[in-house]
């Protein structure tokens, strides 16, 4: 053991700095420039996906491992002032997860869908952040300066392409074929690279209040689920490809306590919230496989799990998740009755009620309340599908109000799917009486996105509250700037001009304020939309 924790050490020690090559041809605004040009074409893709709720759970879990890497010294300054380490969701059964340049991350829902626990997820986004934090993307291809900007952007959204489902063809229309050559073997990470994303990994877990462990059996359910199906579905492994040697040191780190000797932090999560339950990762395992295929035959053999699924020897793990995934998708099979069923099962077990005891002298098992948030939230986005706005809007109230006493705002973070999921109600109650609920929600999406500009449905759903109060102008801007996060630059500038067009008849609202940022955004994003297609044509 410690001959392989010597050799990782020597490995490690080993790897290029990243200098003067990497830095005067990848610099820090280059890579951030590199990585939103790349993020404009993913945000078109239809696999993308913004599901709140799910990505508020990997969120969870992201952001303990952010603030680990500050303290640490893992993250500096000049990254995470620049990048905005943003992880995204794609819409796609295959087991992927990979790091872009500018701080982006993308994980597929398959590989949500085969973790057990939140420290084997944790293990994998701690990994990734490592080769952002690392700048290993750069270290890849400092060598290439014949590239232009738009052909290694072009040859990484053709690698991401070749690993969908799809196949190798849907590449196709984004890689030239002198592009291709060669391309895996460029965005493959080196051994030492990957080592190296172990390695320090691995100790952003401890210093996060993650198991490190979780590693080691993330790599051995990998390699496990890979030699029983070996049908292409583990991208993952192809441009991170697993040895005995790396599962032996992830081990060895382990049981010498060397991924938790540089836990500066002793929890880390009492600053950025409480960590995951193992039920509520159940939960947002079972949402993701149901989402990863929304074809009504995957959904109907869902559904079935909640009357071939009965009790039994079951653990009260595997019924929750049987429970929350068909509730999932009967909502999505507009079957409500069995949908009702399924998340009354659903609550029953996170609430304890229906679950087996722990040992022969319980009767109940203990209630947990994240998984308890898990399922309400499941239940008002049912209800709201099904036009039931009211019933919804007590389901809610249930999500932000502890087990005893008055319904509290959730006070230290704002929830994203609960302040989306709280709009889309007061639209549909659409009533007088309803309006200064409305306008307070119109002042959370304010702050929202003045905090997080780059989000394009809190965008859309503020311009949708301000046309409920009249706002025009607020409403063309929002809707313009939900178009630019999306990277549909020509959308964003055609409502700007809305805007415009509007100010000047004076039919809108008098917002002196509000048409002059519509003036200064029009100019800005006309500037950067003339300076992509400059690129773009020059490097023709």
Request: aromatic fraction near 4%; proline fraction near 4%.
């Amino acid at each position: 053991m410690a001959a392989a924790l010597s050799t990782t050490a020597q490995a490690q020690n080993n790897l290029p700095a990243l200098g003067d090559s990497a830095a005067a041809d990848f610099s820090l605004s280059t890579e951030r420039h590199l990585g939103d040009a790349i993020m404009r074409d993913i945000r078109r893709d239809p696999d993308y996906l913004d599901d709140p709720i799910l990505l508020e759970y990997l969120q969870s879990l992201w952001q303990p491992l952010i603030a680990a890497a500050k303290v640490r010294g893992d993250l500096g300054e000049d990254l995470s002032e620049r990048f905005p380490y943003q992880p995204f969701l794609v819409r796609d059964p295959s087991v992927n997860a990979f790091a872009l340049p500018g701080g982006y991350m993308g994980v597929h829902l398959g590989l949500m869908a085969i973790t057990q626990t939140r420290d084997e997820l944790a293990s994998v986004l701690a990994h990734e952040m490592t080769h952002i934090n690392q700048r290993h993307i750069a270290r890849s291809f400092a060598n290439s300066r014949q590239q232009s900007l738009i052909s290694i952007a072009a040859t990484i959204l053709g690698v991401i392409a070749a690993t969908q489902s799809g196949g190798g063809d849907a590449a196709g229309a984004l890689i030239t074929s002198g592009q291709a050559v060669g391309i895996q073997g460029r965005l493959n990470f080196s051994r030492d690279m990957e080592r190296e994303a172990d390695r320090i990994g691995s100790s952003v877990m401890a210093s996060a209040g993650f198991d490190p462990a979780g590693m080691a059996s993330m790599f051995q359910r990998l390699q496990n689920a890979s030699r029983l199906n070996d049908s292409g579905n583990f991208p993952y492994l192809r441009s991170h490809p697993l040895t005995t040697e790396r599962i032996g040191e992830a081990r060895a780190r382990v049981e010498a306590g060397e991924a938790g000797s540089n836990s500066v932090l002793p929890a880390v999560v009492l600053v950025t919230g409480s960590i995951a339950t193992p039920l509520e990762h159940t939960a947002a395992l079972a949402r993701a496989r149901v989402l990863m295929d929304v074809r009504v035959d995957s959904l109907q053999r869902w559904q079935r799990l909640d009357v071939e699924s009965p009790a039994g020897d079951a653990t009260r793990t595997d019924q929750f998740a049987n429970a929350y995934s068909a509730a999932l998708a009967s909502s999505l099979l507009r079957d409500w009755s069995r949908a009702d069923a399924s998340i009354k099962k659903a609550l029953d077990l996170s609430l304890g009620s229906a679950a087996p005891a722990a040992s022969a002298s319980d009767t109940v098992a203990p209630p947990d309340r994240r998984a308890v948030r898990a399922v309400l939230l499941l239940a008002t986005e049912s209800q709201l599908q099904r036009g039931d706005a009211l019933r919804a809007q007590a389901t809610l109230a249930r999500v932000t109000k502890p087990p005893a006493g008055p319904v509290v705002a959730e006070a230290t973070t704002t929830s994203r799917p609960v302040m989306l999921l709280a709009a889309q109600i007061a639209l549909a109650l659409n009533t007088s009486k309803n309006d200064e609920a409305l306008r307070q929600i119109s002042e959370q999406l304010q702050t929202w996105v003045a905090r997080y500009p780059s989000d394009p449905e809190a965008w859309a759903m503020l311009g949708r509250v301000s046309a409920q109060f009249g706002w025009g102008l607020r409403s063309l801007r929002a809707d313009a700037e939900s178009h630019y996060a999306m990277g549909d630059l020509r959308g964003a500038i055609d409502r700007l001009r809305a805007g415009q067009n509007l100010a000047r008849s004076g039919q809108g609202t008098a917002d002196f304020v509000e048409s002059s940022v519509i003036d200064s955004r029009l100019r800005v994003i006309e500037a950067q939309r003339k300076q992509l297609l400059t690129e773009q044509l020059g490097y023709q």
